[in-house]
């Protein structure tokens, strides 16, 4: 059996982290057993649904590189199949038409709510011969008695009874499908064997497996994922920072970091913290998603993301760099390679967009932090700079280890120990008191730029 799965969502928004984790999982798993992994946009609810949506959610699968072998399949261009499958079950008996109005289905429900009962539809039409002309909907048959029961991966069994489950809605007076039939259909038409979902699904899974059955399809197993909180324990939400896959890069995280980090919010494999692409395909499984919900932990995600711009290659890590100075509208054709930035500023930074913004001194003229100036070029500080931009003018070599001879002979020969020399000189050619080393900073300066800021910092 060729196992497949499908990441199915809903085109009303930005793909959020719930949602990537659950498309992480389902993209893993199919992987791991060399199976096929579905996109499918979910966008039959014409009035929430939007193209902005739809290319977000496709830009950021492509940044995260969940790549699918099938689709994207849009359910809007499925219509005519749910409808084909939809007169299936009315000749079969297995849905009718129901002509119930909205006064007589309010009244209905006014009246359970007032006997404390649970709203639900009480089968009016069910056994009514069709013929009427009035406008109609379409309710699925749902059986009456028994139960519905299912083992899910994560969960283990669930039972529900068919007394709880009304008949759904799976046509609008307009014929238009509802959206538990038409997964129903796209699960059976693209022969998906493992549906993977958020557990806010759970309670459709019972209604959904009836309409399988009616359809005559072979079951899926289902599992339902957790949710992710917030570090209080609450459901996450904007107040705990970003939601949106894209803000994370916006923030500056790089996306192995990311899904690294999202694959062991509900899933552990020992206690081991980092894994590469090919480990997690080999490693992944069902049985070790936790069932509770996992707490998101912004530290730990820094910690990660630090980790990849240190180890990544230096490719993937300076394409994504490339895109921030791109953002901060940084001209990078004259200066350091950003391969050289990466290598200087990763162990420094937690973030791709703070390793940018701290590198802007590299490429454009300096901005001064006023403060750092007063504190650090001052009156005494002037003879030693002075000696070393002679010394470094007369360099033959623009190398570290000789800058760094430079710096040791200048401040001996005027007595001061070498950060006395080297912070004033680090204010004067980036602005402020933060860098890599000195002798890094200068080499990825040039000598040309090092010279021109030492000596505005001296006569200036
Ligand atoms: N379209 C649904 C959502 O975005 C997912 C449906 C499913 O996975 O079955 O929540």
Known sequence: MTVVTRFAPSPTGFLHIGGARTALFCWLYAKKMKGKFILRIEDTDIERSTQVSVDAILDAMAWLNLDYDEGPYYQTKRFDRYREAMDQLLEEGKAYRCT???????????????????????????????????????????????????????????????????????????????????????????????????????????????????????????????????????????????????????????????????????????????????????????????????????????????????????????????????????????????????????????TLKEMAERSRYFYEDVSYNDESVKKNITPEALPALTMLQEALTNLPEWNKELLHKTLEDVAEKCAIKLGKIAQPLRVAVTGDTVSPPIDQTLVLLGRERTLERLKRAIFD
Not at 101 to 110: C, G, H, P
Not at 122 to 149: I, W
Request: aromatic content about 8%.
């Open 100 to 350: 119930c109005s909205k006064e007589r289905l309010e009244a209905l429900r006014a009246e359970q709510t007032a006997n404390k009962e649970k709203p639900r539809y009480d089968g009016h039409c069910r056994d009514k011969k069709k013929g009427e002309a009035k406008p109609f909907v379409v309710r699925f048959r749902n059986p009456q008695e028994g139960v519905v029961e299912f083992n899910d991966l994560i969960r283990g069994k669930l039972i529900f009874q068919n007394s709880e489950l009304d008949d759904l809605i799976i046509a609008r007076t307009d014929s238009t499908p509802t959206y538990n039939f038409t997964v129903v259909v796209d699960d059976n038409d693209m022969k998906v064997t493992h549906v993977i979902r958020g557990d806010d699904h759970i309670n459709n899974t019972p209604r959904q497996i009836n309409m399988l059955r009616a359809l005559g399809a072979t079951l899926p197993i289902y599992s339902h994922v957790s949710m992710i909180l917030g570090a209080d324990g609450k459901r996450l939400s904007k107040r705990h920072g970003a939601e949106g896959v894209m803000e994370y890069r916006e923030d500056g995280f790089l996306p192995d970091a990311l899904l690294n980090y999202l694959v062991r919010l509900g899933w552990s494999h020992g206690d081991q913290e980092i894994f590469s692409r090919d480990e997690l395909i080999q490693l992944f499984d069902m049985d070790h998603i936790n069932k509770s919900p996992a707490a998101f932990n912004l530290e730990k995600l820094y910690w990660l993301n630090q980790h990849y711009m240190k180890t990544s290659p230096i490719d993937v890590v300076a394409k994504e760099l490339a895109w921030h100075m791109d953002r901060l509208k940084i001209d990078t054709t004259c200066g350091p390679s950003l391969a050289e930035i990466i290598s200087a500023q990763a162990e420094r930074v937690k």
